[in-house]
């Protein structure tokens, strides 16, 4: 036996215009400031040759000076860490507006 659905058509323009829309209150969400980069990593050890070589493309884009890649170049044949002031290039950050 075949059972039939009844269609039932609805007329919105039928619906009175003065009924408030309910909106569900939605969660509270807080968002904890993302970690700065320069943390993740040890700046304690030497300058490693990957980080140099990340300093001498910075060079060559001219996102840094000539000085800079020399003094990089001493810290690596020293065995220094790397200079304060270009952590931001090897991390990626230099870029970036500071806030």
Do not use: Y
């Not at 619906?15 to 408030?20: E, I, W």
């Amino acid at each position: 036996m075949m059972t039939r659905r009844r269609i039932i058509f609805h007329n919105k323009t039928a619906v009175p215009a003065a009924a408030p829309a309910r909106v569900p209150a939605l969660p509270v969400m807080f968002v904890k400031a993302a970690p700065d980069p320069l943390d993740a990593v040890g700046w304690t050890a030497s300058i490693t040759h990957a980080q140099l070589e990340t300093l001498i493309k910075a060079a060559h884009a001219g996102e840094i000076d000539m000085s800079d890649l020399a003094r990089a170049a001493d810290a690596s044949l020293c065995r220094r860490p790397v200079p304060d002031d270009l952590r931001r290039v090897i991390v990626g950050t230099h870029l970036d507006p500071l806030k």
